[in-house]
């Protein structure tokens, strides 16, 4: 067989998702001709005229475009091989179905296709009525339309045959003794290509008694088709990393391997690269104890210093040559008011003001952003780091990290070990630096601190690595890969934020709330490689590394909190979520001030006491419970924030004790004479002791705690308010909270939707204590 025929190694298109466009195949040739790559085999699950529709011929235009498929694959030197996929509701016994089989490879033929495939993958066993009274098994079924199809097309040398048990796992009982595959090896015509997956249908590694095995059965070599870097089961998941766990001398036991790789076109430059440097690796000996010449490190390393070239290539979406137009309308909701909350006012979450181009960094803001008064700004700026902006390039240390944190579906690469390893310590360990927990050896509480300093810097990487993908001149690359590199960013500062929080905030065992160590039952204790094993399939435990990252929090069971689409416009704006500072409250009350002003067209009626909106909206939040508020910052400085009470019923008590005193002595009552303040000023100590009401036990019997969140409503990218939202709620849970509530104008429907949507349901309307308010509650 290998000296009659030729070895084929390529790629599958094969994956569940949008299919590649012609730009995308046309590059995909050149990559192949380029590596060494000789096979090429469509078959696209999405292609409606390939496997739902598959007894439809094509269009004339489509003929065109399949035509100039085969032919520029032809001219890179690569076989262009047309797979069907009729099993889904072909009647084998049916002589129609088995005429417009033919007729359709014939038609294919007929367009310069020498080599084609069959797939009965991912179907039904069962027969209809007339089938089974035809064949024996329905392996029989399969192999008299095998081979009848074969014959019809003039015997190609070039044939696959996909079968329903493709992969060990999927052999009932076992691939010795499968029936079914004995039934394909004794009568499927012997040239006649099986195709296998290996042990799993995402192997981690390809095994020579697992292949000879199969070989046995089937009576033939198998080809592989390789699932190691397809990621249509998860659209958290990523695969960069290098073709790996296939030892060069397999190809004596195989027809041939063929790529089935990420659906994202872009992403697939260093799984193809490194499997055309394995392809041209010599088999080598058979059982020698010499290391075998196929490294898939130096691989890797190799593909990474030719993939910094392709990155830094302005390049449009898509691998089209003009820049593509817009495929969705700019919201237009720039002049649309701010909703607002009459007694305690609660600010817009962002805008709907795009930015006007996804490529101008970090100064793409809208107007309005771009008039916001600066504040200190991110730390990265006082610590001398450049801030993400312009059309840049990607440092090798980016990319290397990129690769790392999305690496393969059983295997993390070293920066993705190294966060999810210093996440896991720091959580078994935080009782370390609890609030209320027993004295520490200070060279403990050191190391603690230095793991978690760490590990934030290594979330301020990720960051500004998103940035730079954002920012990059190569825009086919930013599209397929920014909604893997968004969800990580996003991931990354929630546990950042939390890390940042536990030390000198989490209670300790002591605490009759609970504690963050009560809290492992509720979050994972494992890391999802650990969870998996070497015989698991990967969609056992889905996330990649933001999904580890997130099941290590308090909250990590919400999904909701953390799978969301990205921003139709990918903004390069640097973010930062972290606990908030008493230096952050002169910030916070600007910002709040100048919301206020957007809710009344600009007029400052608070001039003679600037910190009355500030003292009515957060100021008892952080003065009584500062451990529970999160500050949102751009480079601009502070443009968010989320306030949080523990024990609502505590807090109220501690408000009349303490903060309601001190602020009848600020705002004292009527006076006359030209120090008397305004009539609305006077009033402020009696409408926060109405803001302080009671609300019912049964509201807090179940919602213990409450919230708010205030943020400009120029942010570019929405998510970040969801990221500072959901930072507070690992908070409250860490400490023991079941349930949180906020308050919500019913006119306030941007407010509600966004919420809903993070889990949270209406609990009271028009009853908490009696205001017109919508009260939204959600358990944690």
Same mark, same amino acid.
């Given at each position: 067989?290998?000296?009659?025929?030729? %070895?084929?190694?390529?790629?599958?298109?094969?994956?569940?998702?949008?299919?590649?466009?012609?730009?995308?195949?046309?590059?995909?040739?050149?990559?192949?001709?380029?590596?060494?790559?000789?096979? &090429?085999?469509? *078959?696209?699950? $999405?292609?409606?005229?390939?496997?739902?529709?598959?007894?439809?011929?094509?269009?004339?235009?489509?003929?065109?475009?399949?035509?100039?498929?085969?032919?520029?694959?032809?001219?890179?030197? #690569?076989?262009?091989?047309?797979?069907? +996929?009729?099993?889904?509701?072909?009647?084998?016994?049916?002589?129609?179905?088995?005429?417009?089989?033919?007729?359709?490879?014939?038609?294919?033929?007929?367009?310069?296709?020498?080599?084609?495939?069959?797939?009965?993958?991912?179907?039904?066993?069962?027969?209809?009525?007339?089938?089974?009274?035809? %064949?024996?098994?329905?392996?029989?079924?399969?192999?008299?339309?095998?081979?009848?199809?074969?014959?019809?097309?003039?015997?190609?040398?070039?044939?696959?045959?996909?079968?329903?048990?493709?992969?060990?796992?999927?052999?009932?009982?076992? #691939?010795?003794?499968?029936?079914?595959?004995?039934? =394909?090896?004794?009568?499927?015509?012997?040239?006649?290509?099986?195709?296998?997956?290996?042990?799993?249908?995402?192997?981690?590694?390809?095994?020579?008694?697992?292949?000879?095995?199969?070989?046995?059965?089937?009576?033939?070599?198998?080809?592989?088709?390789?699932?190691?870097?397809?990621?249509?089961?998860?659209?958290?998941?990523?695969?960069?990393?290098?073709?790996?766990?296939?030892?060069?001398?397999?190809?004596?036991?195989?027809?041939?391997?063929?790529?089935?790789?990420?659906?994202?076109?872009?992403?697939?430059?260093?799984?193809?690269?490194?499997?055309?440097?394995?392809?041209?690796?010599?088999?080598?000996?058979?059982?020698?104890?010499?290391?075998?010449? &196929?490294?898939?490190? +130096?691989?890797?390393?190799?593909?990474?210093?030719?993939?910094?070239?392709?990155?830094?290539?302005?390049?449009?979406?898509?691998?089209?040559?003009?820049?593509?137009?817009?495929?969705?309308?700019?919201?237009?909701?720039?002049?649309?008011?701010?909703?607002?909350?009459?007694?305690?006012?609660?600010?817009?979450?962002?805008?709907?003001?795009?930015?006007?181009?996804?490529?101008?960094?970090?100064?793409?803001?809208?107007?309005?952003?771009?008039?916001?008064?600066?504040?200190?700004?991110?730390?990265?700026?006082?610590?001398?780091?450049?801030?993400?902006?312009?059309?840049?390039?990607?440092?090798?240390?980016?990319?290397?990290?990129?690769?790392? !944190?999305?690496?393969?579906?059983?295997?993390?690469?070293?920066?993705?070990?190294?966060?999810?390893?210093?996440?896991?310590?720091?959580?078994?360990?935080?009782?370390?630096? +609890?609030?209320?927990?027993?004295?520490?050896?200070?060279?403990?509480?050191?190391?603690?601190?230095?793991?978690?300093?760490?590990?934030?810097? =290594?979330?301020?990487?990720?960051?500004?690595?998103?940035?730079?993908?954002?920012?990059?001149?190569?825009?086919?690359?930013?599209?397929?890969?920014?909604?893997?590199?968004?969800?990580?960013?996003?991931?990354?500062?929630?546990?950042?934020?939390?890390?940042?929080?536990?030390?000198?905030?989490?209670?300790?065992?002591?605490?009759?709330?609970?504690?963050?160590?009560?809290?492992?039952?509720?979050?994972?204790?494992?890391?999802?490689?650990?969870?998996?094993?070497?015989?698991?399939?990967?969609?056992?435990?889905?996330?990649? #590394?933001?999904?580890?990252?997130?099941?290590?929090?308090?909250? *990590?069971?919400?999904?909701?909190?953390?799978?969301?689409?990205?921003?139709?416009?990918?903004?390069?704006?640097?973010?930062?979520?972290?606990?908030?500072?008493?230096?952050?409250?002169?910030?916070? &009350?600007?910002?709040?001030?100048?919301?206020?002003?957007?809710?009344?067209?600009?007029?400052?009626?608070?001039?003679?006491?600037?910190?009355?909106?500030?003292?009515?909206?957060?100021?008892?939040?952080?003065?009584?419970?500062?451990?529970? +508020?999160?500050?949102?910052? $751009?480079?601009?400085?502070?443009?968010?924030?989320?306030?949080?009470?523990?024990?609502?019923?505590? %807090?109220?008590?501690?408000?009349?004790?303490?903060?309601?005193?001190?602020?009848?002595?600020?705002?004292?009552?009527?006076?006359?004479?030209?120090?008397? !303040?305004?009539?609305?000023?006077?009033?402020?100590?009696?409408?926060?002791?109405?803001?302080?009401?009671?609300?019912?036990?049964?509201?807090?019997?179940?919602?213990?705690?409450?919230?708010?969140?205030?943020?400009?409503?120029? =942010?570019? $990218?929405?998510?970040?308010?969801?990221?500072?939202?959901?930072?507070?709620?690992?908070?409250?849970?860490?400490? *023991?909270?079941?349930?949180?509530?906020?308050?919500?104008?019913?006119?306030?429907?941007?407010?509600?939707? %966004?919420?809903?949507? =993070?889990?949270?349901?209406?609990?009271?309307?028009?009853?908490?204590?009696?205001?017109?308010?919508?009260?939204? *509650?959600?358990?944690?």
């Amino acid at each position: 067989m290998e000296e009659r025929s030729p %070895f084929l190694c390529g790629v599958v298109e094969g994956f569940y998702g949008r299919p590649w466009s012609m730009d995308q195949r046309r590059v995909l040739f050149q990559w192949m001709q380029h590596w060494g790559l000789n096979t &090429y085999l469509y *078959g696209p699950k $999405d292609d409606l005229k390939h496997r739902l529709l598959w007894r439809e011929v094509y269009s004339p235009e489509e003929e065109g475009q399949l035509r100039t498929l085969v032919t520029e694959a032809r001219s890179r030197g #690569v076989t262009f091989v047309y797979a069907l +996929s009729p099993g889904q509701d072909i009647v084998f016994s049916s002589a129609c179905d088995l005429t417009l089989l033919k007729r359709k490879l014939k038609q294919v033929s007929d367009l310069g296709c020498e080599a084609f495939a069959i797939l009965f993958d991912d179907i039904d066993h069962s027969m209809c009525q007339a089938d089974s009274e035809a %064949f024996a098994s329905f392996a029989h079924a399969q192999v008299s339309v095998a081979n009848e199809i074969y014959r019809s097309l003039g015997e190609p040398s070039v044939f696959l045959f996909c079968p329903t048990e493709y992969c060990g796992s999927l052999c009932s009982p076992c #691939v010795s003794k499968s029936s079914y595959l004995q039934t =394909l090896g004794a009568d499927l015509q012997p040239n006649i290509s099986v195709i296998w997956t290996g042990s799993k249908v995402i192997s981690r590694t390809l095994s020579v008694d697992c292949l000879e095995e199969v070989g046995s059965v089937l009576q033939r070599p198998p080809l592989i088709w390789d699932n190691l870097h397809a990621n249509d089961y998860d659209s958290r998941r990523l695969f960069l990393g290098p073709f790996k766990g296939r030892e060069p001398q397999l190809r004596r036991r195989l027809r041939g391997l063929l790529l089935n790789p990420n659906c994202e076109f872009e992403a697939n430059y260093i799984p193809l690269h490194t499997l055309g440097t394995w392809h041209r690796t010599p088999p080598g000996g058979e059982g020698g104890d010499d290391e075998p010449e &196929y490294c898939p490190d +130096s691989a890797l390393s190799e593909a990474l210093r030719d993939w910094m070239d392709e990155l830094n290539q302005p390049l449009q979406p898509g691998r089209q040559s003009t820049t593509p137009t817009s495929r969705a309308k700019t919201p237009d909701r720039a002049d649309r008011p701010p909703a607002t909350a009459k007694p305690l006012p609660m600010f817009p979450l962002s805008s709907g003001s795009p930015p006007t181009s996804p490529a101008k960094g970090g100064e793409n803001g809208s107007e309005g952003e771009a008039k916001r008064p600066p504040g200190e700004g991110l730390k990265h700026k006082a610590q001398g780091r450049v801030p993400c902006g312009g059309k840049g390039l990607l440092s090798e240390a980016q990319v290397r990290l990129l690769v790392g !944190l999305h690496y393969l579906p059983h295997e993390h690469g070293p920066a993705a070990q190294r966060l999810l390893q210093d996440l896991t310590w720091l959580k078994s360990n935080c009782h370390l630096v +609890s609030l209320n927990g027993k004295k520490t050896a200070q060279q403990k509480v050191e190391e603690w601190r230095g793991r978690a300093s760490r590990l934030m810097a =290594l979330c301020e990487d990720i960051a500004e690595l998103h940035c730079s993908v954002v920012g990059g001149v190569n825009r086919a690359v930013l599209y397929d890969l920014y909604p893997y590199v968004w969800d990580l960013r996003n991931t990354a500062l929630v546990a950042k934020a939390f890390v940042c929080w536990l030390d000198g905030r989490v209670l300790g065992d002591s605490s009759t709330l609970g504690s963050w160590k009560n809290c492992f039952h509720w979050c994972g204790t494992t890391t999802g490689a650990e969870l998996l094993g070497v015989d698991s399939e990967p969609w056992v435990f889905k996330g990649g #590394v933001s999904g580890e990252v997130q099941m290590l929090l308090p909250i *990590g069971s919400s999904t909701e909190l953390f799978t969301h689409p990205p921003p139709l416009f990918p903004t390069s704006r640097l973010y930062n979520v972290r606990p908030y500072h008493s230096k952050d409250k002169v910030e916070l &009350y600007r910002m709040v001030r100048q919301l206020h002003l957007r809710t009344q067209g600009g007029k400052d009626s608070n001039s003679t006491h600037p910190d009355v909106t500030g003292d009515r909206c957060l100021g008892a939040c952080l003065a009584l419970c500062p451990e529970y +508020s999160f500050v949102l910052e $751009d480079e601009l400085g502070v443009c968010g924030c989320v306030t949080g009470v523990q024990d609502v019923r505590a %807090f109220i008590k501690r408000c009349h004790a303490t903060w309601m005193p001190a602020m009848r002595d600020k705002y004292p009552g009527p006076r006359t004479g030209p120090s008397a !303040l305004p009539a609305h000023t006077q009033d402020l100590p009696l409408l926060m002791e109405e803001d302080q009401g009671e609300y019912p036990d049964s509201l807090l019997h179940h919602f213990p705690s409450q919230l708010r969140l205030d943020a400009l409503p120029q =942010l570019v $990218d929405a998510s970040v308010s969801r990221t500072l939202l959901t930072a507070l709620l690992a908070a409250l849970k860490a400490n *023991g909270s079941q349930g949180v509530f906020c308050e919500v104008q019913p006119t306030d429907r941007q407010r509600m939707e %966004f919420l809903t949507k =993070l889990g949270f349901l209406e609990i009271l309307r028009g009853e908490a204590r009696s205001r017109e308010g919508v009260v939204l *509650g959600r358990l944690l």
